[in-house]
Every structure is written in C-alpha cells, then in structure tokens.
Nanobody, 125 residues
Framework: QVQLVESGGGSVQAGGSLRLSCADS????????MAWFRQAPGKERKFVAG????????HYADDMKGRFTISRDNAKNTVYLQMNSLTAEDTAVYYC??????????????????WGQGTQVRVSS
C-alpha cells in the first residue's frame, strides 16, 4: 500500500509563503507522476501542479504559474510545493496525489490513484 504523509500546512498572512511536503512510502516513487490538488469550501477539487517521475516536466494550473513551484527529491521519496505570494484565494485543503501508472501529470482527479490525507492552508488578508 502507498501511504502519503503531508506536512507544511498552516496559517499565513497574504503575501507570505509556505512549503508543503509529501513523503511517499511506496517502493516505486521514482517511477510515478505526482501532483498537488486543492479543495476550497464549496468548491470542486482542483489541480494545482504536477511533476513527472524524473522531475523533467512540470505542469501548473494557469493561476499558479509564477507563484507556485513543484519539485521532487526521489532520493527522499518526497515531492514539494513551494507557494509564494499567497492570497486569500489560496485558502484550501491541499492534497498530494500519485498515479499508479502513466507518464504525464494530468489535471483530472480520476487520473490519480493514491491520495494524502490533506493539509489545511489558511491565508488571511
């Protein structure tokens, strides 16, 4: 079983930064696409950013480009999301997700097979 453990969430003021981490206990971490999603109250779960197994290709939602950066350290079985210039619109529960198979960081929730527990990010303005 794959287990994803997230950390780094919390409360910040607008304009601040947070760095989320997701550690994967799976044996095949280095061969799997990983992504971050978020879900705000009353909203659908939304793609934030994804990264290929090697880290060579990243994919961001349009409103995340220039503010968020996804990266991975396969030696540590960990994926990161650096979030800068946060606004109240970024308040949501953030989820780490992993594809069982596939090579591209798709935006659809259904493309991912394993999910973390979610970590709350609150941004005050």
């Amino acid at each position: 079983q794959v287990q994803l453990v997230e950390s780094g969430g919390g409360s910040v003021q607008a304009g601040g930064s947070l760095r989320l981490s997701c550690a994967d206990s799976g044996r095949t971490f280095s061969s799997r696409v990983m992504a971050w999603f978020r879900q705000a109250p009353g909203k659908e779960r939304k793609f934030v950013a994804g990264i290929t197994a090697s880290g060579g290709t990243t994919h961001y939602a349009d409103d995340m480009k220039g503010r968020f950066t996804i990266s991975r350290d396969n030696a540590k079985n960990t994926v990161y999301l650096q979030m800068n210039s946060l606004t109240a619109e970024d308040t949501a529960v953030y989820y780490c997700a992993v594809q069982r198979s596939g090579w591209y960081p798709e935006t659809a929730v259904a493309s991912y097979d394993y999910w973390g527990q979610g970590t709350q990010v609150r941004v005050s303005s």
